[in-house]
């Protein structure tokens, strides 16, 4: 019956395509209260710094293209380098992860999984008394410094990016098709 | 006691129209967001209910930009003359058995020329906007809704002619059988030209975004705009309620009150526009305009020399004949005039 389709049998297939995905389980993502897993290896936008065992050697700031790391390193008693204040500026960062692989220890400094840099505020830290950074004018809620870049397994869980033995021990992305959807997720919440 | 009868059923339709135009907008939204697999509008009050008044608000509260070159009474009044008829279009609809505001005996002839007013509104609000883009958008709309009303009112005849009345609570009380069994031809033409004149997709050129940014409606903003969408969700509404009233029956049905049986055969004719309008493509003018002409308005006129021989033949009033026989005439007359509607030199593929 190919010749059907000069009379209106394509506007009925049509219909019948759409009324099947009436049943369909949602494929969207209700972002702020559901979120996918990222990729192992997601340059994020968070630096993860690891103060521990860095050796303040500054191989990451020059590395770095737009110049957003900075560092001020002094010598301590016993005669190591050590670091007084780690700043990034994520509001200049590209996050190209050149710093994470220009680090010669390859454990002080990973690319995190966080992707919602943005602020409802924005003030520099001319204007700010308290803002102890040193990028004047820059957006200071974007300025991290210090113990704000320290490494946090729970909040702030580390990227597999260009640091393997990291990536082994995470969780396989989940894509798009997988997901499980909204009703079914908020049904699971009301269970627990 | 008359002007208080007027006076209540006024505020019933207005009040039915606004939060009718209110409940289609949230069960558009949402229902599209179904088709689409996605949960449409939740945040806004439980399953996104305050949706529509959130954004009733926001067209309330939004800057009303007129431009400079603009015929500013003309622009103004645009909105207003494009919404009051499709308002007065209830005026003849019945929710019960002699529940309207004026029973007219000539209540279809009435439904057919007010809202047909709609188009000065559009065309109006073209004009006025001094924008080249506007105008053209105003003359594609009023082309297409000009063209449409034909087949729409030679579709409505013949469940005329089988109620052998114009008012529409006597073609309700004389539907035995919902006419959509009398008359599938006819409410198949009703439906396409009703979507065509109240410019839903397929047909939905005054907003084709990719060559004329939503037409005649582009230099109003704030609350005109707002009327404008207003005035697009009524004239849905309406038609779903002539649909229901015409072809399925209005508001007769066993068990729950006449009211109610209306409302859910609006819901259910609104529902499968929502479906045409999930499922096709928008058409090009030209095919729109080819459509029209070539193909619904000569079927129109067949469907409508039919049914005035069956009806004279007396074939009609015995149901179980009638039925069969009506729904094989429209198969027939569909491919007969699909074999001979061509755009271009070639076989269109609807």
Known sequence: MSSFKHFGEGLLRGLDVTAKHLG????????????????????????????????????????CPVGCISMAVSRGEDKKLKTDDFTIDFGLCIFCGLCIEACPTGISIYLGY???????????????????????????ELVRSNDALLVDDVARPRSGYYRPEVEANLKQQTLLINQTSYLEDLKRKGER | MDWLHFAVFTVIIFIFVISGVLFFIWYERRGLGRFQIRPGPNRAG????????????????????????????????????????????????????????????IGILYIMSVSSIVVIGIFMAGWSSSNKYSLLGAMRTIAQEVSYEI???????????????????????AQNVPFILLQPLGFLIYMTAAMAEINRTPFDLLEADSEIIAGFQTEYSGMKFGLFYLTEYAETLSVSAIASTLFLGGWAGPLLPGFVWLLIKIVAVFTFIMWVRATFPRLRIDQVMAFGWKFLLPLAMLNLVLTAILVLTGLND???????????????????????FRTGGGHVIV
């Not at chain 1, 969207?28 to 997601?42: A, D, G, I, N, W």
């Not at chain 2, 509260?61 to 003309?74: G, N, R, S, T």
């Not at chain 2, 009112?153 to 009380?173: H, P, Q, R, T, Y």
């Open chain 2, 318 to 340: 015995k149901v179980w004949l009638a039925v069969p026989l009506n729904f094989a005439l429209a198969f027939i007359l569909i491919i007969g005039a699909s074999r001979q």
């Open chain 1, 24 to 63: 369909r389980k949602w494929i969207t993502v209700q972002y702020p209260e559901q979120k996918l897993v990222m990729s192992q290896r997601l340059r994020g936008t968070d630096i993860i710094w690891d103060r521990s065992s860095c050796i303040s050697c500054r191989a990451c700031e020059r590395a």
């Open chain 2, 46 to 105: 439980p399953f996104g209910l305050l949706q529509p008044v959130a954004d009733a608000v926001k067209v309330l509260l939004k800057e009303d930009i007129v431009p400079a070159l603009a015929d500013k009474p003309v622009h103004f009044l645009a909105p207003l003359i494009a919404f009051v008829p499709a308002l007065a279009v209830f005026a003849v609809i019945p929710f019960g058995d002699g529940a309207l505001l004026a029973n007219l005996n």
């Open chain 2, 151 to 173: 087949p729409l009112v030679l579709s409505i005849l013949g469940a005329v002619m089988l109620a052998g009345s114009l008012s529409l609570n006597d073609i309700v009380k």
């Open chain 1, 114 to 140: 966080n992707y919602a840099n943005t602020t409802y505020h924005c003030s520099s830290a001319k204007e700010s008394k308290t803002g102890s950074t040193p990028s004047d004018g820059r957006c200071i």
